[in-house]
């Protein structure tokens, strides 16, 4: 009964799954500029504490982590197929500088944007020089 009671508070208090894809797009969509929990939950129509709590309990995870996130993989992303500097791959994945990037890039994978684009222009490289043509003939 115990079990019950918690699981239907849980689904009570958990965010609707409209309105958490209104949030996810909204956040996908304004990244770049700051995000803060009252712009987020009049987005969703919840006070700033209710948001937080049932964004959370409904994702596993806080609203600042999701932002993080989507900042890093955009960041990762603009690194991969662009040749912009680092200061604007920040200001467009939407940290406010390059350190905050590359403090989060590093915690996240465990090294600097600078050093990932440097290895991935490798690999494109060797890439490029593999021929198959050449190795059969």
Do not use: W
């Amino acid at each position: 009964e115990a079990e019950a009671m918690s699981e239907s508070r849980q689904n009570y208090s958990a965010m609707p799954h409209t309105t958490l894809v209104r949030l996810c797009e909204y956040i996908d969509a304004h990244m770049e500029s700051t995000l803060t929990l009252e712009e987020l939950g009049r987005v969703a129509q919840y006070s700033p504490f209710h948001l937080a709590r049932r964004f959370r309990q409904a994702t596993g995870q806080t609203l600042h982590q999701y932002v993080t996130d989507r900042r890093l993989a955009k960041a990762q992303a603009l690194i991969a197929t662009t040749d912009l500097p680092l200061h604007q791959v920040a200001a467009q994945a939407g940290f406010s500088d390059q350190s905050h990037l590359s403090n989060a890039f590093r915690k996240a994978y465990g090294c600097a944007p600078s050093a990932m684009r440097k290895n991935l222009q490798m690999m494109r490289t060797d890439f490029q020089d593999a021929n198959p043509k050449s190795r059969y003939l």
